[in-house]
């Protein structure tokens, strides 16, 4: 199995005033091509500082990290601009569209930073990215004409649109309701079921009972790293009962 | 990236917010707008002094007489004598660059017909001097070389003194008028030529033979001034050079003395009239210009404050692969693109401005094309200037801190 990510002893540092702060004490784990990965952690634990290094935001302080064989943390800031552009897809808490963008729009922009695409392309492979994410009848509707769940759709086919080895969510149904968050996560199992990786950070267990490994951080460290089966997001979608919404 | 993409980004980003867009290119739409004004309007002005100045002959040499001192007193020009008669003729027997010479001499009083008066110069020349002054007679006849010879008492008055000194109207031609005591046919009246670009009305004028103002009126032997024509305008510099040589061999000046006359063309009058309209354009551009500076200011202002409203949008734009440079460039071409487009409109605006003004002003219309050049390259000048430094802090911002930034 093709290994998407893979981490040696990763340490990061920081230098809070004459304070040194270890946020990420050594770790080692790897992600397989086709898994579905919670990160899981309370504040403080290092899940976010985990979350930029593997989003290629950030250096580890040491350590080894490999994105789809690639070293990438030695890298400089531009080097990792290009890895984010074609290797990672980032899914946000907070959707981070462009206000009065069309949806189309959105999709499109992290082409745009790819010269070696096409115009015609680019517009084919955002059409193509609404459509796997179901927004094909609101491709010129802007942010503010849709609903929180449509807007993380479209922040998904966003993701989605320059075929990332890996997806990575962070909090992505910190926002939604119970009845969205599952959707979306109906969604995320749907794109794992079609072949995406995905690592998707969040401190909800029970968002994280939907991904098939969960990655316990605490301190530093990892605590538990198990594969653990995953229950269907279009079920329990299906058992909420019709009122929950109101 | 490419450079499409980059301006499709830059464009997006600025049609996002059309008003604050064009609240931005209003500095630099007001600033270009008033620097094309201004100097389109000086360039009219001038165009305007020039034409005037034209219209009473580029050609047109004067020989006046020279400030002088006796003794250490400074006598003043009105009494120096040195200006004669054969000055003219020798000016114009020898000089090839002259087509006509008059002698010119002056009288004040008081005009007198019938029951109206008016204060009035009589001008005594010969009988070239209409042509010399481009003057044209609009009814009756011109003085003749016998009138000249016999120093008859005959004169042509403009439009001005005409309408005064004949206010019911009646035909002045062949009606008499006295200057002081000595009374003169009036046998012609002047066209209407308007006032001069000093403002002074060149109809408020009695055109006499000289040798009448002189002998009659004045009772002098000397002359007060030498108007003559050059051949075109293109010899004036010749023709004034001649005429000096000419005058200092008549007064018999040795090399190394002083000349006892001064000669002057219109050329010279035309030049420094230039020199005022054109410092006068500099400096209302200069002016302008500050606008210009302040809505610069006013745009690296808005971008400023852009990048921190925008360091969410900067950080997701990192986040999906867009380089440090991508970012600078983007930001730049925005304050490129604000500032042409600003630019544009204020050239458009400019030129409308100061065709309505030149046309309100009877001035004919000019425009220059040196300054929508040069403010086009000052507009893109103003977007690289005042977009660099927003721009340069957009780059410089960390991803991480960015997404996270509320």
Redesign the interface.
């Known amino acids: 199995m093709n290994r998407i990510i893979e981490i040696q002893e990763l340490r990061r540092t920081f230098q809070v005033g004459s304070e040194q702060v270890h946020a990420l004490k050594g770790i080692s784990f790897f992600i397989n091509e086709g898994e579905f990965v919670s990160i899981m952690g309370t504040s403080g634990s290092g899940k976010s500082t985990l979350l930029n290094i593997l989003g290629c935001l950030d250096r580890p302080t040491s350590g080894e990290y490999f994105i789809d064989g690639t070293a990438a943390s030695k890298r400089t800031k531009d080097e990792l601009s290009t890895l984010r552009n074609r290797k990672i897809g980032f899914v946000f808490q907070s959707y981070n569209l462009l206000a009065r963008t069309s949806a189309l729009e959105n999709v499109e922009l992290p082409l745009l930073y790819n010269s070696a695409i096409p115009s015609k392309e680019r517009r084919e492979r955002a059409l193509h990215a609404l459509e796997q994410v179901g927004l094909q009848d609101r491709l010129h509707h802007m942010p503010n004409q849709l609903s929180g769940g449509q807007q993380q759709r479209v922040a998904i086919a966003r993701a989605l649109v320059n075929d990332p080895v890996i997806l990575l969510a962070d909090e992505a149904t910190g926002n939604l309701d119970t009845r969205t968050s599952y959707e979306i996560m109906s969604l995320f199992q749907k794109l794992n079921a079609e072949g995406k990786t995905i690592a998707f950070v969040t401190h909800e267990p029970d968002i994280a009972i939907f991904t098939s490994r969960t990655v316990q951080l605490r301190d530093g460290h990892i605590v538990r790293d198990a594969p653990v089966t995953p229950k269907a997001a279009a079920e329990s979608l299906a058992a909420l009962p019709v009122d929950v919404d109101f | ?2 450079l ?2 980059l301006l ?2 830059a464009y ?1 980003a600025l049609i ?2 059309k008003t604050r867009a064009l609240l931005t290119m209003l500095g630099i739409i007001i600033g270009i707008a008033s620097v094309i004004a201004m100097v389109s309007l000086g360039q009219s002005s001038s165009k305007s002094i020039n034409d005037q100045i034209s219209s009473t002959g580029t050609n047109l040499i004067m020989v006046m007489r020279q400030n002088q001192r006796q003794g250490g007193v400074n006598i003043g020009s009105a009494n120096v004598q040195s200006l004669k008669e054969e000055d003219v003729t020798a000016i114009m027997r020898k000089a090839k660059y002259i087509s006509m010479a008059s002698p010119v001499i002056s009288a004040s009083g008081q005009l007198v017909s019938g029951s109206n008066n008016w204060p009035g110069t009589i001008q005594g020349g010969n009988t070239s001097l209409l042509v010399i002054r481009k003057y044209e007679v609009a009814s009756g006849t011109m003085f003749t070389e016998p009138d000249v010879r016999a120093a008859a008492k005959v004169c042509l008055v403009g439009q001005t003194v005409a309408d005064n000194l004949f206010s019911n109207g009646e035909n002045p031609v062949g009606q008499t008028i006295r200057f002081g005591r000595i009374p003169f046919k009036i046998i012609g009246v002047l066209a209407s030529k308007g006032q001069n670009q000093m403002g002074q009305d060149q109809d408020d004028i009695v055109v006499a033979p000289y040798t009448t103002v002189q002998k009659r009126i004045l009772a002098i032997t000397y002359i007060h001034m030498i108007m003559a024509s050059a051949m075109s305008e293109d010899v004036a510099p010749q023709a004034l050079n001649e005429v000096e040589g000419i005058m200092r061999e008549q007064h018999k000046l040795k090399a190394g003395q002083d000349n006892d006359f001064q000669v002057r063309s219109q050329q010279e009058m035309l030049k420094m009239m230039n020199s005022v309209t054109g410092f006068l354009t500099v400096l209302l551009a200069a002016i302008a210009s500050i606008s210009l500076v302040v809505g610069g200011i006013g745009i690296m202002n808005i971008m400023y404050v852009t990048v921190t409203e925008r360091t ?2 900067i ?12 970012i600078l460039l983007q930001f730049l071409c925005e304050s490129i693109i604000l500032s042409l487009v600003g630019g544009v409109i204020g050239i458009i605006f400019g030129l409308i401005l100061s065709y309505a003004a030149s046309a309100a002003l009877g001035w004919p219309y000019m425009v220059s094309t040196t300054a929508v050049g040069l403010s086009f390259v000052v507009c893109a000048a103003t977007g690289i200037f005042f977009g660099w430094y927003p721009a340069k802090k957009a780059a410089a911002l960390d ?2 801190n960015a ?1 996270r930034y509320e």
């Open positions: 990236m490419n499409f993409n499709r980004i997006r996002r917010n969410k949008e950080g997701l734009r990192m986040s999906i692969g867009a380089h440090n440079k991508d991803p991480i997404l």
